[in-house]
């Protein structure tokens, strides 16, 4: 019988089946070898160098690894960052009322490390074998010799929920927008497209991001629905008791300016959220609203639990678990934190991080270099608020720290505050916050 080329197949795929299943009886199969993963790599050799790994491109980060090659030029410095282009926090509530273009904020991670030296790294980070002093991220391993985190802050909604439908609702309908990126981009189109009726913000308690940017952006909101003519009202709901900071010049600012535009709540702690009646309930009230933006309190950013390199502090959970003057986690030689994840009561801001990540390099530069004992310095905190767009006008502060040694902590220093913003005292203030973005950006990139 003559066989046809399908049948000549089958026959043949059943004999060496028949030839596979034999040879298991007779002889115990063995397990394939061990493939190597894909991010078990070294994407970096090891050199004669002190290597310093920085990880997180924010202020704080981006300052660090700057000034690491300034004070340490033998040193081999790379950045590790997840994302690809960097987008700034500060002076991002002027683009939420289209007063910016996305690009005044928006920087190459590529120019700063070909300008100062260093090396940018596209990665997240999932691990660390301390003994070995390996860091893993995504895109292969890095052996270190000094590690530097400067992991931001991420959002602790247990406050007001463990209800985690409603957690993630809260996140993705009606984001925050104090982490750079589609946050704000969806508090934009939000603002842009209001229609009217109530638009609810909110202020939590604790060390939260940019103590003054929430009464700022609700200015800035206002403001920007007066000079529309949109029938809206902005309430701001604010944990506190009152206003944290710059509070005389926010205050004159809502009443003589949006009196009819900004509602300010105080002592506004949050009960309930009900995203689907639209109500919003507190200790003392209930509030309506057609859109909103809810601003959680914040905690250390969850790379530090993911480390064992956190804590529970006074001020926020899981945060750095650090000296507070070295920087250096506990129990742990040359790893260092820095940034709006310390524990410290500092400003989590950009200046204060930029002025801190700078310090922070210097204790690290001193190990490499074996230099002397480097002084604790304070962090400086600089920040000019703007209270309106049309015209421009805007409020300042600036302080440094110093330790309280009967509480405990880290308290303002000599604050300086100048809260004028009527006229052309307040429009060179707000002149004065292009500048001080412009210098700060050339400072980290440049």
Not at 62 to 78: D, F, H, M, N
Not at 174 to 185: I, L, Q, R, T
Request: with cysteine; proline share 5%; aromatic share 12%.
């Amino acid at each position: 019988m003559k066989i046809s080329r399908r049948d000549a197949l089958k026959i043949s795929a059943a004999t060496v089946a028949a030839t596979a299943l034999s040879a298991c009886t007779k002889e115990e199969i063995k397990p394939p070898k061990k493939v190597q993963s894909p991010t078990s790599f070294l994407p970096f050799p090891k050199t004669a160098s002190p290597r310093v790994v920085v990880v997180g491109g924010g202020w704080s980060g981006l300052s660090l690894a700057k000034q690491l090659k300034i004070e340490a030029p033998q040193a081999e410095v790379i950045l590790v960052e997840q994302r690809f282009e960097f987008v700034s926090c500060p002076m991002s509530n002027l683009w939420l009322v289209d007063k910016i273009d996305l690009e005044f904020l928006t920087h190459d991670y590529l120019q700063g490390a070909r300008e100062n030296n260093y090396t940018y790294f596209q990665a997240s980070v999932y691990g660390i074998d301390k003994e070995a002093k390996i860091l893993k991220t995504t895109n292969g391993d890095i052996e270190y010799d000094y590690l530097a985190l400067a992991p931001g802050i991420d959002y602790d909604y247990s406050f007001w929920t463990d209800d985690k439908v409603l957690e993630n609702r809260l996140r993705n309908e009606y984001p925050a927008a104090f982490k750079s990126g589609s946050e704000h981009m969806t508090l934009r189109e939000k603002i842009l497209n209001f229609k009217g009726g109530n638009f609810i913000f909110t202020v939590p308690g604790g060390n939260y991001r940019c103590l003054p940017a929430p009464y700022e952006r609700a200015c800035m909101v206002a403001d920007y629905f007066k000079s529309k003519g949109i029938k809206a009202k902005v309430i701001l709901l604010d944990e506190n008791n009152d206003i944290t900071i710059k509070e005389h010049g926010f205050h004159t600012a809502m009443k003589e300016l949006y009196s009819d535009y900004l509602e300010y709540v105080p002592n506004a702690k949050i009960e309930e959220i009900d995203l689907d009646k639209k109500v919003v309930t507190t200790e003392f009230d209930e509030f309506s609203f057609e859109d909103a933006s809810f601003y959680p309190h914040v905690r250390g950013g969850k790379l530090l639990e993911m480390l064992g390199f956190a804590k529970d502090t006074i001020y926020n959970k899981m945060e750095a678990n650090i000296d507070p003057f070295t920087y250096e986690v506990i129990g742990e030689e040359n790893i260092f934190v820095s940034g709006d994840a310390r524990p410290m009561g500092f400003s989590k801001s950009g200046n204060t991080s930029n002025t801190e990540a700078k310090y922070v390099a210097r204790l690290i530069a001193g190990k490499i270099n074996k230099g002397p004992k480097i002084q604790w310095e304070t962090p400086v905190t600089v920040c000019i608020s703007l209270v309106s767009i049309k015209p421009e006008r805007g409020i300042f502060i600036h302080s440094e720290y110093a330790y309280n040694k009967k509480a405990g902590q880290f308290e303002f220093a000599t604050p300086v505050t100048d809260e004028i913003w009527k006229g052309e005292h307040g429009e060179k203030n707000a002149a004065g916050a292009y500048d001080w973005a412009k210098a700060m950006y050339t400072d980290m990139f440049n």
